[in-house]
DNA sequence: CTTCATACTTACCTAAAGGTAAGCTTAGCT
DNA sequence: AGCTAAGCTTACCTTTAGGTAAGTATGAAG
């Protein structure tokens, strides 16, 4: 996913450039409120292969998502403001399947 | 982003699965509450391409966020739920321009 | 001083999303 | 009958996310 000049700044694809891929939300969700450590953080996404933490953290870090203290990682302010993005997207999986469900 | 039988059913890969792409969330969000015809919704879109437009739909129809009636495309009651996501995505991606703007 | 774990990096591959351009079918003007 | 627009479909190409497997650097432990 791209920004191109063309494609006007939408929140909507600021929001999925940011947090689109198959990681980010997930690794923001379990770094909670404390700094973790690579192998930890790994364990806490099994299965997830080092170079593709290694790698969406990197992103993450570029986009101030997510800083390192101490070598742990932790969330940045903007990392902890998808709290409530992050319960709406959970509530929305929840909802999807009871609406599916239902005959 | 496949499921595998491996990854056991998440919300958070639920949601990302069936929104994860570019235009899913503009589409819904575009669609509002109306049924809108194909190059109407083209228009509201733009730029997107009629394969992409169509090929982006028929995925919607098949998760049954949207249907068809009387040759426009309407959400359906899964596709309205996404109201309170969608408010959640725009508002994360104002909050985090404007906490990146803060020096 | 060697072994192991941590934290990455590197090389390589694949599938799929997305894009461009062109064609095709059907219905409705005129 | 001929033309146009709507709504798709088809063929083709490129990019990138994600995955596997292996290698490397560093420090602590025994």
């Known amino acids: ?17 940011l947090l689109g891929g198959k990681w980010q939300l997930l690794i923001l969700d379990r ?6 450590a690579f192998t930890d953080l790994k364990l806490r996404l099994h299965p997830i292969s080092d170079k593709v933490l290694a790698h969406t953290l990197q992103r ?12 742990k990682y932790r969330r940045t302010k903007a990392g902890t403001a998808t709290g409530p993005l992050l319960a709406a997207i959970v509530a929305y999986g929840q909802e999807y399947e009871r609406l599916l469900a239902e005959t």
């Open 60 to 71: 993450l870090r570029e986009s101030k998502l997510v800083d390192v203290v101490g070598g």
């Open 1 to 17: 996913m791209k920004t191109s000049p063309l494609t006007p700044r939408c929140p909507i694809r600021t929001t999925l450039e």
């Open 31 to 36: 770094l909670g409120e404390e700094a973790v």
